[in-house]
């Protein structure tokens, strides 16, 4: 029995709606933004977020070349790039930053940097083994601006606070007015802080008016060591006044935005599908639940949450019913894909399965019932398999069971049965 899919002749659905501005993410190191980078790749779509990063003297160039298109291609830019380099572009962005408890903060940049190459270290003048005492005196520039009040000095605007031969080491009265123009950025901008992501997050929804929650993973999770002691402490907090009178500020300001937030629904960045069209996963918004997409064309379910696509029915989908296609990948070729969990708006919907070359499947869940809402789409698989136990030699510590590629609606589907053994 030959595969055949009818498609119906019906006018192009509308793109998903963009947000007026792309978000503007000033990740400061370990403020958990590589982990929340993989949030928003969810939220906007991977295709649609720039990631600037690489040496410092590059870093003007990149953002010259972003802010001079048009952004109708970008939802998102982020990297650690310091706020004066944006300055002249932010009545175009919509900026964001997460700050974090700076003793905490300091701690975890030393576990990450432990662990970074020899060549990496190099251009941070460290070396592999380093201690904790070579990274808290180490006077080249890229070490010393991030170990002492790094978040003020990313916040400042002042380029003389961040960059490589001209940084200011010790300048009292110009940190003083560097924690000054933080302090006024983050009245004048959403931010969140590390401590408080739930609520920090939300606010950043409700700002962007997005209709699905931003999750948080966690990734580049470093854990204390030895290095954790009081002595140490009191050394991080004599070297960053300005970044502790920072976050005190930051957390009283988040305080009063929480009391004073409100609830309510919002439908922007939602995905709009075209009836017929076979769109990759990493040009779709509004997901949640997925790990970053990869070049091998999809993107892992995380196993630790539910995997669902956030989305506006075709307006066509009133008068037909529509067959949602999904392309995945299998963690291994026997995984039990007639076991997973397909559901529209929490109710269940039937789907039939094509098993194909190697790991790869093709899913037909349908007719689906639309409403003329945002709609939810959940997929739930029975298990994930520990990647330690499955390939040990790879490195990859996640849960992994199903990959998606791509997704169509459409109006009929006719999928060829594998033939009884």
């Known amino acids: 029995m030959s595969t055949a899919i009818y498609q119906l002749a019906v006018e192009p659905e509308p793109n998903q709606a963009e947000l007026a501005k ?13 982990s929340l980078r993989t949030s928003l790749c969810n939220v906007f779509g991977d295709r649609r977020v720039r990631h600037i990063g690489g040496a410092y003297g590059s870093l003007a160039a990149q953002v010259a070349a972003v802010t001079g298109s048009d952004f109708t291609d970008i939802g998102c830019v982020t990297g650690h790039v310091p706020r004066h380099l944006w300055q002249p572009f932010l009545h175009r962005l919509t900026p964001f930053t997460m700050l974090r408890d700076p003793v905490a903060r300091v701690f975890s940049l030393y576990r990450f940097l432990r662990d970074d190459s020899a060549t990496a270290l190099a251009e941070i003048g460290l070396h592999p083994g380093f201690s904790f005492d070579d990274f808290l005196s180490s006077p080249a520039s890229g070490t010393y601006a991030q170990v002492n009040n790094g978040m003020v000095r990313m916040l400042s605007g002042d380029p003389q606070l961040t960059e490589g031969e001209n940084l200011i080491f010790e300048d009292g009265d110009r940190i003083e007015r560097g924690l000054e123009a933080a302090v006024e950025f983050l009245e004048g901008h959403a931010f969140g802080i590390v401590e408080d992501v739930e609520n920090s997050l939300h606010l950043l929804r409700e700002s962007l008016g997005l209709a699905v929650p931003i999750e948080v993973s966690h990734e580049n999770v470093t854990h204390a060591g030895s290095e954790e002691n009081s002595c140490n402490i009191c050394r ?4 960053n006044t300005a970044d502790i009178a920072l976050y005190r500020a930051a ?21 709009y599908p075209r009836i017929g069209q076979v769109t990759p996963l990493d040009e779709i918004p509004s997901r949640y639940g997925f790990h970053t997409f990869e070049n091998d064309g999809f993107a892992w379910l995380m196993a630790d949450r539910v995997s669902q696509m ?36 929490g109710n269940a919907v039937p789907f039939v399965v094509e098993r194909r070359d190697g790991c790869w499947c093709t899913l037909s869940a349908g007719p689906a019932i639309f409403r003329p809402e945002p709609q939810v789409l959940t997929i739930a698989p029975p298990y994930a398999v520990p990647m330690p136990y499955l390939a040990p030699a790879s490195g990859d510590t996640r849960n992994l069971s199903l990959a998606l590629a791509t997704v169509a609606m459409q109006p009929k589907v006719w999928l060829r049965t594998a033939a009884p053994t």
């Open 22 to 34: 792309p978000l503007l993410f000033l990740h400061i190191p370990k403020t958990a933004g590589t």
């Open 236 to 239: 991080i907090v004599a070297a």
């Open 251 to 271: 957390t009283t300001l988040l305080q009063r935005r929480v009391a004073a937030q409100g609830r309510k629904q919002a439908s922007g960045g939602l995905w």
């Open 310 to 345: 956030h989305f506006m029915p075709p307006e066509a989908a009133s008068r037909w019913p529509l067959f949602i296609t999904l392309q995945i990948y299998m963690i291994v070729p026997d995984y039990p894909i007639d076991r997973v969990s397909i559901s529209l708006n």
